[in-house]
């Protein structure tokens, strides 16, 4: 049966970890605007069909990119949400 008991290592833990998935995402973003744009570069001198399959490969990359940052905004974040709103509530008691 879980404890009533706060365990202070248990709240920063969770602290620690929610601020690195907030910095993972920000560094995702930052990461993917400066990916599509080197592609967008390339594309300044390159106009042939080798082009072309950067453009495919880096748009799949892009999506994936892109389907991370849904899981971690839909799933991660309220997952860690409502664990530490667990603990605060325990914290309270």
Do not use: C
């Not at 072309?52 to 991370?68: F, H, N, P, W």
């Not at 409502?82 to 509530?89: A, M, P």
Request: hydrophobic share 40%; charged share 35%.
């Amino acid at each position: 049966m879980p404890s009533n008991k706060i365990d202070v290592a248990e709240i920063e833990r969770v602290h620690v970890f929610e601020q690195k998935v907030k910095s993972f995402q920000e560094s995702r973003n930052v990461l993917a605007a400066k990916f599509h744009k080197a592609v967008e570069t390339v594309g300044l001198t390159w106009k042939d069909a080798d082009y072309r399959k950067i453009v495919e490969l880096s748009g799949a990359v892009e999506q994936q990119l892109k389907a991370a940052g849904r899981v971690v905004d839909e799933h991660l974040v309220p997952f860690i949400t409502r664990k530490r709103t667990v603990i605060d509530e325990k914290k309270r008691r």
